[in-house]
Every structure is written in structure tokens, then in C-alpha cells.
């Protein structure tokens, strides 16, 4: 499976942008997603994730209420919307797949939890 990250850039503090990844051959419907990022000279962390059903959404407190992680089945896509950008969201963005469905919740925030990688997508976000 392969997936492919599209969305990222430079911005101003306080702007937007919506990040996408789909998988190749795979419907994004059966599988838990995640994004993670990694800004220069620091661990890749947890960023979001959502589950099979794609109403449970897991955050990470530094974007809990500004970014929202979606899923579109009809173009099997997800999406990670993320609004009132700060500088310290700069960062490398890499969405992750997970298609076992014997994951627990708990997994998705770490980054053994997934078994597929995207390619990352530089966001920066100018002050």
C-alpha cells in the first residue's frame, strides 16, 4: 500500500491549510489513519487520528480544537484541516495507515500503531 500526502506549504501564523493522503489500491474506509509530524531536530510525534468508523477522532493537546481530521470516502481521502496555524506547527507531515483491525484505540497514538507511511509534506508557518 502506498500513500501519497499532498496540502502542505508556507503560510502566515493564524492562516490555514487542509492536508490530504490517500492509499493506493486500499479503500481508506477500512482502515484507522493518523498523522504525525516532525520538526527539525525533534522526535516524530502525534499529531491526530481517527478509527475504522470515522466518527472517533483522537488529538493531540497542541491541536486539539484548531486542526480536524476527516474522512472521505467517496474520494478516499482523509483530510486533516488546520486552522489558526501557529509557527511551532512547522513542521514535516506524514499520514500513517493502519489496516488491522485488531489495533486498539490506544495504539493509534504511537507510532507502531500503523503499518503504512506517506511520504511527508512540509508545512511552514511564518510568524
Known amino acids: 500500500v502506498q500513500l501519497q500526502a499532498s496540502g502542505g506549504g508556507l503560510v502566515q501564523a493564524g492562516s490555514s491549510l487542509r492536508l490530504s493522503c490517500g492509499a493506493s489500491?486500499?479503500?481508506?474506509?477500512?482502515?484507522?489513519w493518523g498523522w504525525f509530524r516532525q520538526a527539525p531536530g525533534k522526535e516524530r510525534e502525534f499529531v491526530a487520528a481517527i478509527r475504522y468508523s470515522g466518527t472517533t477522532t483522537i488529538y493531540a493537546e497542541t491541536v486539539k480544537g484548531r486542526f480536524t481530521l476527516s474522512k472521505d470516502n467517496a474520494k478516499n481521502l482523509v483530510h486533516l484541516q488546520m486552522n489558526s496555524l501557529k509557527p511551532e506547527d512547522t513542521a514535516v507531515y506524514y499520514c500513517a495507515a493502519d489496516y488491522d483491525p485488531y489495533t486498539i484505540y490506544s495504539q493509534l497514538t504511537q507510532l507502531n500503531g500503523y503499518d503504512f507511511w506517506g511520504q511527508g509534506t512540509q508545512v511552514t508557518v511564518s510568524s
Open positions: 489500491g486500499r479503500s481508506v474506509r477500512t482502515a484507522q
